[in-house]
């Protein structure tokens, strides 16, 4: 007799022997039990999780004849005839090879006829989806209402391709992967009948590769069966199936999270020196950085993922000493570096490169950490931190605030800078009827008639920052990095030496916040630029339609206001959004 190959040896002939499929062996138990067989049956999966399998068994049973209190017994001549493949009553067609429609209308025309020995006239269609939409047309009406002598079943891998038409006339069965768990104590208990010796690390190591399918893992059980005698170890089976040891994942993955490139790099020649496939290799490594972000957020990762114990408490401690953020980036990076590796005509120099990018992951800071750190230094008052310090040691400290060596400390001009005020909304009425107009502190509009020209505000800086402080108290350091302040025209121009100092103020929520505190405080209608080494922001552009020019636009065409306006005879000569133009002053002098 030839020989028979593990993935027939062991398949099943009952549904107890059925591995890993417990809850669809469960219905099609008691439907036999009960008596509610569907006419048509569909079962669904990846390769090798037991599809036609199950149909062949549910076969047997409902054609079984023998006394037994759970069928297929496995012993009377109809169970005989379908395990060996003889029984006249059932057809099992392969979809790929007769796919047409003429091969449906004689499969109709056969059903006609009753069973000849057994009890009912079995059709089973693997790979179903392959059928052309004629075939499926023909059979439509056939699967709807078959003659009560025959049933059908049908197994596909992609359930997606068949018509709904077709998938609302069948009962689905489902099948999932099987666990790692069930199929390592499955092959542990074939290697035990065949009388091989193989370490339980290397059945781990097969129940991996297959991925959940049986009829995978059993055919490479065959193969590294035939390599050795009686005795298996860890490197034969590695050797066999050309797989990389777990470990070298593990070392590779420390040396690139604690940014050693030469160590990683060796690790590299070695993989590449034993001649395993670089492709290959990138995909397990980028698997095993999933299975590490997944120790690193799930409780119980054992629920999503393949392993021994002792191998996923090793990667749970492993991933403990890095932030999610810091392995999400890694992952990343080896998911584009294993992208660019498919078209490119030096894959090995792509994944150094990919090696050499990803030894900055394990300094990635959260976000949430660094305003948080911020938000406390903030509070405690420690004004501005030096550029060459670290800004998760900087501690509170008494005195003047710490300056950027890289900055020009900014002094306080001691010519005394005289108080401007706004010639048209302010004063406008006191000087009509003769009178001093009054002063407003930090104003620098012209005076005395003078247009407005270009301004140095650097004595009146100091103040506006002191004002800004109180109500966005993160914005004052930075505004205290401004090189230059001058007021040309209605702009406010701040000039940096770097972008990176102000970038923050550029964002449109701060740069109106910004906008609405320079008109508050000098009392005019000011825009704000920020200018930086090629860099020009003004605030009020055409199109921003959130900034403090709309705002007040808005204001003086409300309709209350040309009311009042119309009544009064009078107009607007000014508006002021800002909270220190909110405030009434009532000044009541006795005669």
Known sequence: MSYLVLARKWRPQDFSQVVGQGPVVRILRNAIKKQRVPHAMLFSGVRGVGKTTLARIMAKALNCTGETAEPPCNQCESCREITSGTALDLHEIDGASNRGIDEIRELKENIRFHPTKCRYKIIIIDEVHMLTDPAFNALLKTLEEPPAHVIFMFATTEIHKIPVTILSRCQRYELKRVLFAELFAFFKKIAGDEGVSISDSALEMIATEASGSVRDGLSLLDQVFSFGEDRMTDIDVREVLGLVDRQVFFRLMEVLLAGELSPGLEILDQVSAAGADLKRFTSDLLNFSRSLIICRVVDNPGQLLDGSDHELAAMSELAAKYTPETLYRLFDLLLKGAAEMQYAPHPRLVLEMTFARALQTGQIVPVSD??????????????????????????????????????????????????????????????????????????????????????????????????????????????????????????????????????????????????????????????????????????????????????????????????????????????????????????????
């Open 370 to 591: 660094l305003i948080g750190r911020l938000d406390a230094l903030l509070k405690g008052g420690g004004g501005l931190v030096s550029a060459g310090a670290s800004l998760y040691t900087a501690e509170p400290v008494a005195g003047p605030p710490i300056r950027s060596p890289d900055v020009p400390e900014k002094k306080t001009p001691e010519i005394p800078v005289e108080p401007l005020t706004d010639p048209e909304p302010v004063g406008r009425a006191e000087e009509a009827a003769g009178l001093e107009p009054p002063s407003v502190p930090g104003s620098v509009a012209a005076k005395g008639g003078e247009k407005d020209g270009d301004r140095d505000v650097r004595g009146a800086w100091d103040g506006f920052v002191d004002y800004v402080k109180d109500r966005r108290k993160w914005m004052a350091p930075v505004l205290q990095m401004c090189n230059v302040m001058r007021i040309q025209g209605d702009d406010l121009v701040m000039k940096y030496e770097d972008h990176s100092d102000c970038s923050i103020l550029l964002q449109k929520d701060n740069l109106k916040n910004l906008t609405e505190f320079a008109q508050d405080y000098f009392q005019h209608e000011l825009r704000v630029r920020i200018i930086a080494r090629d860099l020009v922001s003004q605030e009020g552009k055409e199109g921003n339609g959130d900034g403090p020019q709309e705002e007040r636009r808005a204001l003086a065409n409300d309709p209350l206001v040309q009311m009042t306006s119309e009544v009064f005879g009078g107009r607007v000569a000014g508006i002021r959004t800002g909270p220190r133009s909110r405030e009434i002053k009532v000044d009541i002098s006795e005669e």
